[in-house]
């Protein structure tokens, strides 16, 4: 292994360097590290990985990672919410026709997420690791992560009144998370998750386009009268 050793205390004593003071050398060692935690967790669950699997495989040093991360979980996190971002940027670089129905928009949305999901299973377990940290870097990242999730869905749901886009987004989100839960579980199939939550998709933008639909026949009305 390549560079000096850095034991845990010292990596802690110590902040990471932020990503925009970081050098394009530096983003590129950052970016590597990333990508092979991810190829990690793919191959091997999250609990098998060890740093020096990640610094082999990388050859980027222990010292430098300590740079970027403050730990493991630091690491992981980042590694976390970078895969889940490769989700939300296909949506979010797509145009957004308002005339045309959320509902199918959103369900293939929700059918992609599952399925990457479905075939990264130690995603899924590390994404309910990550969520129940109390680690601060972690939880920044998380929250990350989610609020890309939260500008998918806004995209999505993007025509029509928004006072309750909101509400069917942390609905959506409830039952999406539960689902992949369960299917990382071996509790339920991909076919099982994915009819229950296009039913779900199906109940909530249905009544959604109802109260659309009759708040513009309110405002309608009030303005003509």
């Given at each position: 292994?390549?560079?000096?050793?850095?034991?845990?205390?010292?990596?802690?004593?110590?902040?990471?360097?932020?990503?925009?003071?970081?050098?394009?050398?530096?983003?590129?060692?950052?970016?590597?590290?990333?990508?092979?935690?991810?190829?990690?967790?793919?191959?091997?669950?999250?609990?098998?990985?060890?740093?020096?699997?990640?610094?082999?495989?990388?050859?980027?040093?222990?010292?430098?990672?300590?740079?970027?991360?403050?730990?493991?979980?630091?690491?992981?996190?980042?590694?976390?919410?970078?895969?889940?971002?490769?989700?939300?940027?296909?949506?979010?670089?797509?145009?957004?026709?308002?005339?045309?129905?959320?509902?199918?928009?959103?369900?293939?949305?929700?059918?992609?997420?599952?399925?990457?999901?479905?075939?990264?299973?130690?995603?899924?377990?590390?994404?309910?690791?990550?969520?129940?940290?109390?680690?601060?870097?972690?939880?920044?990242?998380?929250?990350?992560?989610?609020?890309?999730?939260?500008?998918?869905?806004?995209?999505?749901?993007?025509?029509?009144?928004?006072?309750?886009?909101?509400?069917?987004?942390?609905?959506?989100?409830?039952?999406?998370?539960?689902?992949?839960?369960?299917?990382?579980?071996?509790?339920?199939?991909?076919?099982?998750v994915r009819a229950q939550v296009d039913g779900v998709a199906d109940i909530l933008l249905s009544t959604r386009g109802r109260r659309s639909a009759s708040s513009r026949k309110d405002r309608s009305a009030r303005a003509s009268a």
């Amino acid at each position: 292994m390549r560079g000096r050793t850095v034991d845990v205390a010292d990596a802690d004593s110590q902040a990471p360097l932020s990503v925009g003071m970081m050098t394009s050398r530096q983003l590129a060692r950052r970016a590597r590290l990333i990508e092979t935690v991810i190829q990690l967790v793919a191959e091997s669950g999250t609990t098998a990985i060890q740093m020096r699997d990640v610094t082999d495989r990388s050859g980027v040093a222990l010292g430098t990672v300590y740079r970027y991360f403050r730990s493991k979980d630091h690491l992981l996190a980042a590694a976390l919410t970078e895969w889940q971002g490769k989700l939300t940027r296909r949506v979010l670089s797509s145009k957004r026709d308002e005339n045309v129905d959320a509902l199918p928009l959103v369900k293939d949305f929700l059918r992609r997420v599952l399925q990457a999901f479905d075939r990264a299973p130690g995603m899924a377990v590390l994404m309910m690791q990550m969520t129940a940290s109390s680690d601060p870097d972690v939880r920044q990242l998380v929250e990350q992560g989610g609020s890309g999730f939260d500008a998918a869905f806004d995209h999505l749901l993007a025509a029509g009144p928004r006072d309750d886009v909101s509400y069917v987004r942390l609905a959506i989100g409830c039952v999406l998370v539960d689902a992949v839960n369960r299917m990382s579980n071996g509790r339920a199939t991909f076919q099982e998750v994915r009819a229950q939550v296009d039913g779900v998709a199906d109940i909530l933008l249905s009544t959604r386009g109802r109260r659309s639909a009759s708040s513009r026949k309110d405002r309608s009305a009030r303005a003509s009268a």
